[in-house]
Each structure stands twice: as structure tokens, then as C-alpha cells.
């Protein structure tokens, strides 16, 4: 029962600005704006509050402007604390339970940490979470971050690139694993990271997969590729998103502005913008295994069998 004005900038941030400007010339009655780079469209949020037309932010938060009525998103502190708790249990610090594992290792674990792009709110919560979960570890020596980059600055990958990824990892292999350091896990916090981290661990010889000796590597997103890595035993996890309920949920706030309602909030505390602390609908995420992702992805209809068998939708 609505019209649509539904528009893709290629990850460019003028062909972004410029497609919101045209629709708020055009006196859309709601915006919703999934951000290339959150901070960058202040403009266009004041122009939007000029006319009178509400914004929401769709899974990335827009910073730096008051003009942004609310927000929809998952819990992404939550994200970064099942990141780090999934790496924990492939080193096996955890258990099935994610608990403390009676077996666990005795010696130190070397791992190393990737953060996401620093232009993404996300990225930030991804970290605090992880970091939050890691860090008693890292300080009792159960876990050590061998390249001791512990700073989210010496971890970001700019606009989240696979290939940004793989470099890293390939620098960080030559400059602290060239002799006789052992590598045991990477906190990883998107797909297109870890199947980029992956490549640069076998092109090393880490191994194919996890059980000849490849490095426990941590997801998100739960990208069809990546599942199919994890189903072969190459990925260790993900982080899945259901964006069917994220898409549900923007309908929700838009329908509820639309008929001069107010959308229901969640969260009113957790996302500070820079200029206002933004309503916000958190929902809820899962983390995805070898052993799992069938009841999570397949049988809820989410992929295929098929699709996950040829890495392809």
C-alpha cells in the first residue's frame, strides 16, 4: 500500500547524499538510511528535519546530528560478546555450556584481533563487547595477543575490505609466526574478514581446515560463503542477524510515524550519537557452528541445503 523509492549507492557516500537529497526535494513522508558512513549526512538529516520528515537509522547508527528520531538494529555489544565467546569455546577455554571447560589448555593461547571499519558505529559495540569478554583472559595468560595490537586504531579494516583483512594477516604471519609461534585463534568480526584472514592462513601452510591444524577463526553475518566454510569445517563461527526481522522492524517505526505515532523503543540508553542518545529497537542475535547451522539457517528457511553445499545463493 506504499510507494517505494528504494536506491543502492555502491558503497560511494556523494551518490548517497545525493540520492537522499533528491527524495527529500521529492517530500518523502519517512526516510529509512542504511549509512555508508554514519557521520557523513548531517546535511541532509537537518534538511530532512526542515521538512518535517522522520529518519530512521537502519543497522548502522547516523552520528554527530539530533535529527535522527530512532534507530533499528541488533544488540551489537551482545554481537561482539558472542564473537569472543564463540573463539573461546573453539580454543576450548569454554565448553559446550559456555562455561569454564574442565579440560581446557594448559598453556598460554596466541591469538590476534581484527576490528571492523572506525567510520561504523557497529564496530565500535563489536569490540567493547568482544574486548569486555576477552580481556580477563588475556590478563590471567590463558589467551595472549602475540602482536600485543590490542588497540582497536592497530585492529580496524577500513570499510570492512576482505582483502584489507588478508593483507593484515599476511603482515602479521611474517612478523610474529616466521619461527616457532603457534597461532591459535583470530577474533575476526565480519565474514568477508575471516575468509580473507583464512586465505592468508593457508596460503602460510596454517592448514585447510580446523582439524589439520587452521586457526580458529570468528564471523558475522552469517554470509552464505561462510556458512559454507563452517559447514566444511574451515570457519569456526558466525554471528547471524536475521535481516527479514530487521526489515519487519523498520516497517514497524515507519508504519508507526506514518500514522503520526511514535515507534515502541527498547533501548533508550545505549546509543549516544554524538548529539543525542537515539530511540532504539535491539533485536536479538545467534551464534552459528558446524553443528548448529542447519536448525538456525536451514530449517527456518533462511538458506538452502543446496545453497550452503555450493557456497552460493
Do not use: C
Not at 533528491?22 to 538529516?45: F, K, N, R
Amino acid at each position: 500500500g506504499y510507494n517505494v523509492d528504494l536506491q543502492y549507492a555502491d558503497d560511494d557516500i556523494p551518490t548517497q547524499s545525493q540520492q537522499i537529497d533528491q527524495m527529500i526535494t521529492q517530500e518523502v513522508d519517512v526516510l529509512i538510511i542504511a549509512s555508508i558512513d554514519g557521520s557523513a549526512l548531517t546535511g541532509q538529516l537537518d534538511a530532512a528535519a526542515d521538512a518535517g520528515i522522520p529518519v530512521i537509522a537502519y543497522d548502522r547508527l547516523l552520528t554527530n546530528s539530533e535529527d535522527v528520531d530512532f534507530y533499528v538494529t541488533f544488540d551489537n555489544y551482545e554481537v561482539g560478546v558472542n564473537q569472543a565467546n564463540a573463539l573461546l569455546y573453539g580454543l576450548g577455554v569454554l565448553d559446550e555450556n559456555f562455561e569454564e571447560a574442565q579440560d581446557a589448555p594448559e598453556e598460554t593461547l596466541n591469538i590476534e584481533l581484527f576490528a571492523g571499519s572506525l567510520d561504523d558505529n557497529n564496530s565500535h559495540l563489536f569490540w567493547e563487547g568482544a574486548i569486555d569478554t576477552l580481556e580477563p583472559y588475556i590478563e590471567d595468560g590463558t589467551l595472549e595477543v602475540t602482536s600485543g595490537q590490542t588497540d582497536i586504531e592497530q585492529a580496524a579494516t577500513q570499510r570492512w575490505e576482505q582483502e584489507t583483512a588478508q593483507e593484515r594477516m599476511e603482515n602479521l604471519l611474517t612478523t610474529h609466526y616466521s619461527g616457532d609461534e603457534e597461532l591459535h585463534g583470530v577474533l575476526a568480526p565480519a565474514d568477508p574478514l575471516s575468509r580473507g584472514i583464512i586465505q592468508a592462513l593457508q596460503n602460510d601452510g596454517w592448514g585447510d581446515t580446523i582439524e589439520d591444524g587452521l586457526p580458529v577463526v570468528t564471523g558475522q553475518d552469517a554470509e552464505i560463503a561462510s556458512v559454507s566454510l563452517i559447514a566444511d569445517g574451515v570457519q569456526h563461527s558466525t554471528i547471524f542477524k536475521d535481516t527479514r526481522q530487521l526489515a519487519d522492524e523498520a516497517i514497524v517505526a515507519a508504519e508507526a510515524y506514518l500514522s503520526g505515532e511514535e515507534p515502541e523503543a527498547n533501548d533508550t540508553e545505549t546509543y549516544d550519537n554524538g548529539e543525542i542518545v537515539v530511540p532504539s529497537y535491539l533485536l536479538d542475535v545467534e551464534m552459528v557452528l558446524e553443528d548448529n547451522y542447519e536448525e538456525i539457517l536451514i530449517d527456518s528457511e533462511y538458506y538452502t541445503q543446496e545453497q550452503v553445499d555450493s557456497g552460493q545463493l
